[in-house]
């Protein structure tokens, strides 16, 4: 079932290895690339992968002499994005990234996407099997990240997807559960901060997600995300945070602006135009410092570059579309 206004989170497909967070790989694709830089930590305390798809992508065009693509692509590798958890080695990969951040002297960035009944069968599906499972794959992600500073995005489009009844009513109950459960056993770390995710601008109003929020546990978060994987406008997005976070105690909230800079596409069918849109920009780059003491941070939370899934042409969610990047980049000049 396609729907109009899901945000197109997507899984990441293979995962960085915990010896090449440490090590920085075997050197051989990167060889004779100029390594990709971290930000300065005063503006934006998250950590750049040297390891990205991005970053690889950049080695792979300097290789092959194209140098001006190159430096367009770097806009996207040089800036902090999110890691995306996968179940099958999260305990490994939460260590690995947290590990390779601290040891940069930054903080890991991890996005949480593995629900039961995730994405309601589009794109997107999958999840963990059941309850028990979900709560183990908890578990396994914070014994990863220990007590290393990170920053987690919990579940993008779950609370959404139970108020727009994307998902079946017969799974809101365990999902409440679930996340409550998840933001508890973050806020158990000593150095972790939560976000649990609050749809974006376009799917409804705040008085439809608010209460659920709450169910969810917010009041127990650091605040919520809003605009993940979605393109409206950090304007909107920032109206609607601040709408919504006036009825949920006045929680803080980040803003997904990797892929925002020029809003939402409007052409297409309306129930695709999350998914691969033309014409899109990078949105502002990652920072802390947003003038607002409501607005955390504008993150990437999203990969830009990567495919939203196997639509207008591109591959599977989560893969690197080389020349999705380039167009995202070079439209952000």
Not at 102 to 116: E, S
Not at 195 to 204: F, H, K, Q, R, T
Not at 241 to 268: C, H, I
Request: some cysteine.
């Amino acid at each position: 079932m396609y729907r109009k206004l899901r945000t197109g989170a997507v899984v990441v497909g293979a995962a960085l290895l915990v010896s090449a967070c440490s090590s920085g790989g075997d050197g051989k694709e990167n060889s004779s690339a100029s390594p990709v830089e971290q930000q300065p930590r005063s503006a934006d305390p998250f950590w750049v992968n040297p390891e990205s798809k991005a970053a690889k992508a950049v080695a792979d065009l300097e290789q092959d002499g194209k140098g001006d693509d190159a430096k367009t692509v770097r806009k996207i590798a040089e800036q902090p994005s999110g890691e995306w958890i996968i179940p099958e080695n999260a305990e490994d990969q939460a260590r690995g990234y947290t590990e390779a951040a601290k040891k940069a002297n930054r903080d890991a960035l991890l996005v949480v996407y593995n629900i039961p009944h995730r994405d309601c069968g589009n794109y997107s599906q999958g999840g963990a099997a059941d309850g028990n499972a979900y709560r183990a794959f908890i578990d396994q992600v914070a014994a990863g990240i220990g007590d290393r500073p990170a920053t987690v995005i919990l579940e993008p489009d779950a609370v959404q997807h139970m108020v727009d009844n994307c998902t079946p009513e017969q799974f809101h109950e365990e999902r409440y559960d679930l996340l409550k459960g998840a933001i508890a056993k973050f806020k158990s770390l000593k150095n972790t901060t939560v976000y649990l995710d609050a749809g974006n601008a376009g799917w409804g109003k705040p008085d439809q997600i608010f209460q659920p929020l709450q169910w969810s546990g917010i009041d127990q978060a650091d605040g919520f995300s809003v605009n993940v994987s979605n393109f409206y406008t950090t304007e909107e997005s920032v109206k609607y945070g601040k709408e919504l976070s006036a009825k949920v105690g006045n929680k803080p909230f980040v803003v997904d602006t990797s892929r925002n800079g020029n809003g939402p596409y409007t052409g297409g069918k309306a129930d695709e135009r999350w998914c691969n849109p033309p014409g899109r920009a990078l949105g502002e780059a990652p920072t802390t410092k947003t003038g607002d003491p409501l607005v955390k941070a504008y993150l990437w939370v999203k990969r830009p570059g990567e495919s939203d899934g196997t639509c207008k042409g591109g591959p599977k969610a989560g893969d690197w579309w080389g020349e999705y990047a380039l167009k995202l980049a070079q439209a952000s000049n």
